[in-house]
């Protein structure tokens, strides 16, 4: 198992983790998931960024 450590939250973001968070889940569980959103999101944003910029470059299906 992987070392812990302890990490000082606010009270009020300690509730909304809880909130987040499905029975059982741990903040450990909760923070990875967000850690995982979080890096989907980012991917996401970067495919659009790419098509945007790289727009020119796409031949139109109704084209072949």
């Known amino acids: 198992m992987s070392a ?7 009270t009020n973001t300690r509730d909304a983790l809880r909130k987040i968070g499905h029975m059982g889940d741990d903040y450990n569980t909760v923070i990875e998931n967000l850690i995982i959103e979080h890096n989907r999101n980012s991917l996401v944003e970067h495919g659009k960024q790419v098509v945007e910029e790289r727009k020119n470059d796409f031949v139109n299906i109704d084209d072949l």
């Open 4 to 10: 812990t450590t302890t990490i000082q939250l606010k």
